[in-house]
């Protein structure tokens, strides 16, 4: 859609990608028309994964549907709406958005979402620091397996020097609770956590830190995730912490790569590196200490027991083999969230067995036939309860893209052709149910 004459269409296209803001078009049929860059950066999307599919497939939205959606359907403006969602990178974003129906003729041909990223902001206004009264601490942590309990020795002995500390691990591998626990160990029920999510969009978070620690005492330092940080956002962090160093501060950085292919590729400042690597902790994905995971489940079940009195006590055979089988490409969170689901579905079970398992559990572990038909007599037998259409749908195309790619031997662009889709197309499906 092309609405600016051509000699201006340039400088247009160059204000709509350097804005501060994000910005996203969709036609009538809410597909997108423009996408800018800070759009990518907040919604963690290429062009590529938006251009030729409906905004109902990009996001999982929790609470509100849409803001674009409702202008489309309404075609009434919808005005510093907050909207929180999970994006394609897994992350957790929160967006101020103003969002326009645009006419033509006094016909509705689309809409356009302006979007403000609040997410770091609502994360630090949620819990900038609070006191250790309901301390995590190592002990905590469970550490069945030698690689845990290596970490924790090392944390021990980083809380004890009292120098920087940098922490390695994918997302949901437990970075922030290793975090907290060194806080805990380093410090008194006096001293503050003082947590600074990084975005690349947090200049405004960097600017308050020294404002912030001249009001504190003691105090631990703990700057998530510094490798979202725009470069000259981690030179600022950088020169902030160096002028912040006292005794009675402990500083500690978590990232979720290699920190060596992260310099490698520019997203990561070697400076910062250096601040931070005194002391370099990796933790391992779950997938590399499986020992740790029934002795957690074990520990979850006691305390949702103990304060909420659920009967679920263990699980059975066949669960715990399906448990120590799966990758856990979420690690420990995921596995905290799948239990979550299980005890607020389960009523009198004593045992998670493998009928009560989700089934998009299911499905992700290959029983793609049986989970299916059984979505399916769930649906038919009126003396069942529905599943949502939107679930049903979701789970019927996993089952299908699952059986496609295994009868082109899991070759893409022969299973595109088959499905009469574009590779590309293909490839985000996949992505988006391998999440």
Known sequence: MNIFNDSLAPFHAFAVNHVGVGIHAVDRLGRTVIYNEKMKAIEGLALEDVEDRSILELFNFEQDESTLLKV?????????????????????????????????????????????DVTALEKFVHQPYRKSTNPITFNRIIAHSQSMKTVISTAKKAARAKLPVLLIGETGTGKDLIAESIHS??????????????????????????EDLTKLGKVTVFCERIDLLSIPLQQKLLATLLNSVE?????????????????????????????????????????????????????????????????????????EELFLAYSWPGNMRELEFLLDEITSLATTETTITYAILPLHFRLKNGDTMNATIQAADFIIQPSKELLPLDQYLRETEIYYLQKAMKLNNDNITK???????????????????KK
């Open 72 to 116: 489309l359907q309404s075609g009434i403006e919808q005005l510093n709406v907050k909207q929180t969602y999970w994006n394609q990178s897994g992350s957790e974003i929160t967006t101020i958005n103003d969002t326009y129906p645009i006419f033509h003729d006094s016909e509705l041909i689309g809409a356009m979402e302006i979007a403000r």
């Open 185 to 210: 160990e380093w410090g008194s029920t006096d001293t503050l956590f003082y947590s600074v999510f990084c975005h690349s969009s947090d200049a405004l978070l960097i600017d308050r830190i020294p």
């Open 247 to 319: 005794n009675n501060r402990q500083f500690i950085a978590s990232i979720g790569d290699d920190p060596i292919e992260l310099i490698a590729s520019g997203r990561l400042l070697k400076d910062l590196y250096y601040f931070f690597s005194s002391f370099t902790i990796r933790i391992p994905p779950l997938r590399k200490r499986k020992e740790d995971i029934l002795p957690f489940v074990a520990s979850y079940l006691r305390r949702r027991s103990d304060r909420f009195g659920f009967a679920l006590q263990g699980i059975s055979p066949e669960v």
């Open 415 to 433: 299973t595109a052709i088959a499905l009469g889709m574009s590779r590309q197309n293909l490839q985000y499906r996949l992505r988006k149910i």
